[in-house]
């Protein structure tokens, strides 16, 4: 026998990564509908993490989810961890496996990668090979990459940073590669909606509500208070991957009774016109590799295609502004949440092993 079903997450920044990846991580075993196992599994650069150990790192980490190595770790990966990951991976069969790693879908192009995959292709030998990409309309995206990376730049500067980023929209180049390289394989692009853990349940052949209990932490973002601390404060936040601290924040934030406004919007009108015009052509190839209905659906989605769909968002500038909340009013909550972070970094250190830094499998 040989592997049912191969899915591949080539996830995109900023487009629900977390969002699967804490999702599979909870639950990372499954019964698809004709009754086989479905299993989220990590590919690092040591060995392969089964389902147990996915769940088991997930609980134990800031972030509440396990993801499999970026792909320069694992053009990397020594002999040694090649096979033990083919023997691994020729026990699974019969079942079909769920991999997923953010970066993945801009990372065909870097040497060695493509040989990766195909290995893990050839040695899985499955009936289909799915490659899964989501993605999220690029004004939204803009804001959204401006809070995650760009504010926290040394020297952040928005008039700089914002054309290096919208150079970087142009997504169906990056999957025009993968397909080059990949033509057999199934690719399929998803918007990314409200209902995402839905629909990627039905595309594994999984109930529609197999997430159903999965919280919504994952899928929240940063509140204003939160993101204008950070710009007041900068030792919270002291560089665009210092984004641990994030996740603490959100759940001591889930408890807190508080409403919170969201994220600040950082983008004017003209730029937003800018972007859609811009992604515009990149944004219609897309369809492409959508379902019929996805396609439809995305075709009359405003958010990619006209800036009517912003109008009710107040433009805030991109840097700290000294009025714009009471700092006071919230130092508990992110003190908590602070504080949760540190004692996980702890019990992090403890487990290692003694005289040594902790390591990466």
Same mark, same amino acid.
């Given at each position: ?15 629900? *990564? *977390? ?26 650069? /040591? ?22 190595? &970026? ?22 069969? /019969? &079942? ?15 040497? /060695?990668?493509? %040989? ?26 803009? #804001? ?6 760009? &504010? ?42 409200? @209902? ?16 159903? *209990? ?5 899928? *929240? ?23 641990? $601290? ?11 009774? @508080? ?8 983008? #004017?009108?003209?730029? $937003?016109?800018? $972007?859609? @015009?811009?992604?515009? @052509?990149?944004?219609? &190839? ?49 003190? $908590?949440?602070?504080? %949760? ?21």
């Amino acid at each position: 026998m040989r592997v049912k079903n191969l899915f591949l997450h080539l996830g995109l920044p900023k487009c629900g *990564s *977390s969002s699967i990846q804490s999702a599979f991580s909870l639950c990372p075993e499954h019964v698809d509908k004709d009754g086989d196992p479905l299993r989220y599994i990590a590919m690092m650069k /040591g060995r392969v993490l089964s389902p147990e150990l996915v769940k088991e790192r997930a609980q134990r980490n800031a972030f509440g989810y396990t993801s499999s190595a &970026a792909a320069e770790i694992l053009v990397c990966r020594p002999q040694r961890s090649k096979q033990q990951a083919s023997r691994f991976f020729k026990e699974q069969s /019969g &079942a079909s496996l769920f991999l997923s790693n953010e970066g993945w879908a801009q990372a065909f192009s870097l040497p /060695g990668f493509c %040989e990766e995959i195909n290995d893990l292709i050839e040695v899985c030998s499955p009936i289909k090979t799915t490659m899964i990409v989501v993605v999220r309309p690029p004004v939204e995206w803009i #804001n959204s990459a401006w809070w995650q990376w760009g &504010a926290w730049q040394s020297e952040p500067n928005f008039e700089r940073w914002f054309p290096v980023m919208l150079k970087s929209l142009q997504w169906h180049y990056k999957l025009n590669i993968v397909k080059e390289r990949f033509p057999k394989v199934d690719l399929r692009v998803l918007p990314l909606k409200p @209902t995402l853990l839905t629909d990627i349940a039905m595309l594994c052949g999984l109930e529609a509500t197999a997430f159903a *209990s999965v919280g919504s932490v994952a899928n *929240s973002s940063l509140p204003a208070v939160v993101l204008r601390l950070y710009q007041a404060f900068p030792e919270l936040r002291p560089g665009p991957h210092a984004s641990g $601290i994030d996740f603490s924040i959100l759940r001591a934030l889930n408890d807190h009774s @508080t409403a919170f406004r969201r994220a600040p919007w950082v983008i #004017n009108r003209e730029l $937003i016109q800018q $972007i859609l @015009t811009q992604t515009k @052509t990149s944004s219609q &190839a897309l369809t492409a590799w959508m379902s019929e209905q996805d396609a439809a659906d995305f075709k009359q989605d405003p958010r990619w295609w006209s800036s009517d769909a912003y109008q009710d968002r107040e433009y805030e500038h991109p840097q700290m502004q000294v009025h714009s909340f009471d700092l006071a009013k919230y130092a508990k909550v992110i003190t $908590i949440a602070y504080r %949760e972070l540190h004692l996980q970094s702890l019990a992090t250190t403890q487990e290692a092993t003694p005289g040594s830094r902790p390591r990466e499998s």
